[in-house]
Nanobody, 123 residues
Framework: QVQLVESGGGLAQAGDSLKLSCAASGRTFSAYTVGWFRQAPGREREFVARINWSSTITSYADSVKGRFTASRDNAKSTVYLQMNSLKPEDTAVYYC????????????????WGQGTQVTVSS
């Protein structure tokens, strides 16, 4: 089992930056790919970013590419999502998730999920 806890969400204005954290406990966290997803009211949960266990591979949704950066510190069992140039359309609950399997784009690819942290961006 892996337990995930997100933090760092809050209120921001368009153009601001926020840094989300995803703290893990339990099994060997460093072996897992970690993904970030978000879900806005009335919408499906969507893929945002992912980072593999060694930080050598990252992937981003087109909507956040160039603005968001995923990173991780395995010694601290923590993954981060640096969000710059925030837009009102980034408003959502953000979730981190972990997987030891090959896929990363779909919710079903992940075995463990955090409870989410709210990010609200005003114009």
């Amino acid at each position: 089992q892996v337990q995930l806890v997100e933090s760092g969400g809050g209120l921001a204005q368009a153009g601001d930056s926020l840094k989300l954290s995803c703290a893990a406990s339990g099994r060997t966290f460093s072996a897992y790919t970690v993904g970030w997803f978000r879900q806005a009211p009335g919408r499906e949960r969507e893929f945002v970013a992912r980072i593999n266990w060694s930080s050598t591979i990252t992937s981003y949704a087109d909507s956040v590419k160039g603005r968001f950066t995923a990173s991780r510190d395995n010694a601290k069992s923590t993954v981060y999502l640096q969000m710059n140039s925030l837009k009102p359309e980034d408003t959502a609950v953000y979730y981190c998730a972990a997987t030891s399997r090959g896929g990363y784009l779909e919710r079903r690819d992940y075995d463990y999920w955090g409870q989410g942290t709210q990010v609200t961006v005003s114009s």
